[in-house]
């Protein structure tokens, strides 16, 4: 990565003594644009429950603690006023834990840049360092891939979601929290 300017300065120098043909070749052979079309990705809550609980509730870029995200909008549905969520996660009306502790699934090597949306590709990671990340590699970014977490030393309070579902029921008519439940109880077994 680090050479690359170099690329940038030796086409430059082509078009500079009138060779514009062979700059096109120095960044078509040297550093070359891939275009990928971005088809969306649009995770199931069991899939993104089975890529949290492989990777330990770990955000595997900065290996801090995530927190699986019905208990995050319990606490907002128990506390809207000292635990608010805003359903478009406005900054200014979102408590930042959403952005801080909540895991997503990111892309090692994003799609955009030749990855593959498989799960051999995926990790968990919060909310801001998703966004942080981007479409960048790891390398350009200077982070490293840290190693899953162990489910038996943190699960994320996966067990403490469904252990207070199955107490307090009525938590489920939200369907959210619903929707999370089934995807908790369709990957537990693996985990007890």
Same mark, same amino acid.
């Given at each position: 990565?680090?050479?690359?300017?170099?690329?940038?300065?030796?086409? &430059? &120098?082509?078009?500079?003594?009138?060779?514009?043909?062979?700059?096109?070749?120095?960044?078509?052979?040297?550093?070359?644009?891939?275009?990928?079309?971005?088809?969306?990705?649009?995770?199931?809550?069991?899939?993104?429950?089975?890529?949290?609980?492989?990777?330990?509730?770990?955000?595997?870029?900065?290996?801090?603690?995530?927190?699986?995200?019905?208990?995050?909008?319990?606490?907002?549905?128990?506390?809207?006023?000292?635990?608010?969520?805003?359903?478009?996660?406005?900054?200014?009306? &979102?408590?930042?834990?959403?952005?801080?502790?909540?895991?997503?699934?990111?892309?090692?090597?994003?799609?955009?840049?030749?990855?593959?949306?498989?799960?051999?590709?995926?990790?968990?990671?919060?909310?801001?360092?998703?966004?942080?990340?981007?479409?960048?590699?790891?390398?350009?970014?200077?982070?490293?891939?840290?190693?899953?977490?162990?489910?038996?030393?943190?699960?994320?309070?996966?067990?403490?979601?469904?252990?207070?579902?199955?107490?307090?029921?009525?938590?489920?008519?939200?369907?959210?929290?619903?929707?999370?439940?089934?995807?908790?109880?369709?990957?537990?077994?693996?985990?007890?």
């Amino acid at each position: 990565m680090s050479n690359k300017y170099k690329i940038i300065e030796e086409a &430059c &120098c082509e078009i500079s003594n009138g060779n514009l043909e062979n700059a096109k070749n120095v960044i078509n052979v040297k550093y070359r644009f891939e275009f990928f079309k971005n088809k969306g990705r649009n995770y199931t809550n069991s899939q993104k429950t089975k890529i949290f609980l492989r990777d330990g509730f770990i955000d595997r870029y900065s290996g801090e603690k995530l927190i699986y995200p019905p208990v995050l909008r319990i606490l907002s549905f128990l506390m809207p006023t000292e635990f608010p969520f805003h359903k478009n996660w406005k900054t200014s009306e &979102c408590h930042i834990a959403y952005w801080q502790l909540y895991p997503t699934i990111d892309h090692i090597i994003p799609v955009s840049r030749g990855g593959k949306d498989h799960e051999s590709n995926w990790v968990s990671t919060s909310q801001l360092r998703n966004s942080s990340k981007s479409n960048w590699l790891l390398e350009e970014l200077g982070w490293e891939l840290n190693k899953p977490g162990n489910i038996n030393e943190w699960d994320g309070m996966f067990f403490w979601f469904l252990n207070y579902s199955e107490q307090h029921p009525d938590i489920l008519d939200d369907n959210y929290i619903l929707s999370w439940h089934k995807a908790a109880r369709r990957e537990q077994e693996k985990y007890t």
